[in-house]
Nanobody, 120 residues
Framework: VQLQASGGGLVQAGGSLRLSCVAS????????MAWYRQAPGKQRELVAN???????NYADSVKGRFTISRDNAKNTVFLQMNSLKPEDTAVYIC???????????????WGQGTLVTVSS
């Protein structure tokens, strides 16, 4: 299973970006999908996650500004980021908990990350 993230870039404070992450490979079903971020010199943190059932969860720092969604038919998770702040600058990394077949266990997979830079 591979996760390919895209959509990062340079944006001014107050601007918006939309990240996408597509999962490909041997996939029966994807349970949880999530976005994490890691800023220079800081630990990786959960930004938002969306289980297969659809109840979303957000870090307090992004509530009201970011929206996570998924397209199950396309094995894709999105992160709409609005009202971006310089402190949102980080590498954004997608994560998926994937079950390869009906009898298989689920495993965590990680994308390569996409850089988001917010200028003040």
């Amino acid at each position: 299973v591979q996760l390919q993230a895209s959509g990062g870039g340079l944006v001014q404070a107050g601007g918006s970006l939309r990240l996408s992450c597509v999962a490909s490979g041997n996939i029966f079903t994807i349970n949880d999908m999530a976005w994490y971020r890691q800023a220079p010199g800081k630990q990786r943190e959960l930004v938002a996650n969306i289980p297969a059932g659809g109840n979303t969860n957000y870090a307090d720092s992004v509530k009201g500004r970011f929206t996570i969604s998924r397209d199950n038919a396309k094995n894709t998770v999105f992160l709409q980021m609005n009202s971006l702040k310089p402190e949102d600058t980080a590498v954004y990394i997608c994560n998926a908990f994937v079950q390869a077949s009906v009898r298989a266990n689920s495993y965590d997979y990680w994308g390569q990350g996409t850089l988001v830079t917010v200028s003040s």
